[in-house]
C-alpha cells in the first residue's frame, strides 16, 4: 500500500534492535485518515470471505481493528493480556512472548464472544518474530471457529513471523514489508 510506505519513510523512525517507531501515526497518536484507508484495503483483500467477526489484540491493534471493522460491518474482540485467566470463568488462552517488551504473557478472550459459527478475520498493527499472530491463531482454533486470514499493518519481512504462520497455511495479507531497515542511515526498504 504506497500511502502506507510513503508514511513509514516520512514519519517511521528506525531504533536499534530491530524495532521500527511509528508511533506519531500507527500506535500512539493514530492517523484515523490513514486507518480509514488501510480499513478500507483490508475490505477490498477480504472481500468476499464472509467475515463475521474481527479478532485483535490489546493494546495497539484495537483502534485499526475498529476502523476496519466499520468497513466489514462486523464486531471486533480483543484478546486480553492476562495475569489472571479468569474473566467470568470461561476463555480461551494462549500464551505470547512479546518482541518489544521481551516478556511472556497469557492472552485471553471470553468464550462468550468467539464460537464455531464465527468466520474470523485477525488484525494486527506488526507482524515481527509471530508470537502474538499465532496466539491469535490458536484461540480461533480453540473456538471453533473458522479462521478467514490475517490482515497485519506492517510486516518485518526479515523476521520469521510471516514465513512460519503462512507455512501453517493461514493466508496473511501486509500492507507494507519491510525488508531490510538500518538504524544508522534510518533508511527502510520495502519488498514490491
Ligand atoms: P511478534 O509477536 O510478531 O514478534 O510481534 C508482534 C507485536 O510486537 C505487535 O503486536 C507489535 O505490538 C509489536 N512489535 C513487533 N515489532 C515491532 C516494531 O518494530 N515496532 C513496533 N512499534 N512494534 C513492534
Same mark, same amino acid.
Do not use: W
Given at each position: 500500500?504506497?500511502?502506507?510506505k510513503?508514511r513509514?519513510?516520512?514519519?517511521?523512525?528506525?531504533?536499534?534492535?530491530?524495532?521500527?517507531k511509528?508511533?506519531?501515526?500507527?500506535?500512539?497518536?493514530? %492517523?484515523?485518515?490513514?486507518?480509514?484507508?488501510i480499513?478500507k484495503?483490508?475490505?477490498? +483483500?477480504f472481500a @468476499?470471505?464472509?467475515? *463475521?467477526k /474481527?479478532?485483535?489484540?490489546?493494546?495497539?491493534g484495537i483502534?485499526?481493528a475498529?476502523?476496519t471493522?466499520?468497513?466489514?460491518?462486523?464486531?471486533?474482540?480483543?484478546a486480553?493480556?492476562?495475569q489472571?485467566k479468569?474473566?467470568?470463568?470461561?476463555?480461551?488462552t494462549?500464551?505470547?512472548?512479546?518482541?518489544?517488551?521481551?516478556?511472556?504473557?497469557?492472552?485471553i478472550?471470553?468464550?462468550k464472544?468467539?464460537?464455531p459459527n464465527?468466520?474470523?478475520?485477525?488484525?494486527d %498493527?506488526?507482524l515481527?518474530?509471530?508470537s502474538?499472530?499465532?496466539?491469535?491463531?490458536? +484461540?480461533?482454533? @480453540?473456538?471453533?471457529? *473458522?479462521? /478467514?486470514?490475517?490482515?497485519?499493518?506492517?510486516?518485518?519481512?526479515?523476521q520469521?513471523?510471516?514465513?512460519?504462520?503462512?507455512s501453517?497455511?493461514?493466508?496473511?495479507?501486509s500492507?507494507?514489508i519491510?525488508?531490510?531497515?538500518?538504524?544508522?542511515?534510518?533508511?527502510v526498504?520495502?519488498?514490491?
Open positions: 500500500m504506497e500511502l502506507l510513503q513509514i519513510i516520512k514519519d517511521g523512525h528506525v531504533k536499534a534492535g530491530n524495532v521500527l511509528v508511533d506519531s501515526f500507527l500506535n500512539h497518536q493514530m %492517523d484515523i485518515g490513514l486507518f480509514s484507508e480499513g484495503e483490508f475490505k477490498r +483483500l @468476499d470471505c464472509d467475515v *463475521t /474481527i479478532l485483535t489484540i490489546e493494546a495497539s483502534g485499526i475498529c476502523v471493522a466499520q468497513f466489514f460491518n462486523v464486531p471486533v474482540v480483543f486480553k493480556k492476562s489472571s479468569n474473566i467470568d470463568g470461561e476463555v480461551f494462549s500464551r505470547v512472548e512479546s518482541f518489544t517488551h521481551g516478556r511472556v504473557y497469557d492472552i478472550v471470553s468464550k464472544f468467539l464460537g464465527d468466520r474470523v478475520l485477525i488484525i %498493527d506488526f515481527a518474530k509471530g502474538a499472530l499465532e496466539g491469535l491463531c490458536k +484461540l480461533v482454533g @480453540d473456538s471453533g471457529a *473458522t479462521l /478467514i486470514g490475517a490482515g497485519i499493518v506492517i510486516e518485518k519481512g526479515f520469521e513471523g510471516g514465513e512460519r504462520v503462512r501453517h497455511g493461514v493466508r496473511v495479507e500492507l507494507a519491510v525488508d531490510s531497515m538500518n538504524d544508522q542511515t534510518g533508511e526498504f520495502f519488498r514490491d
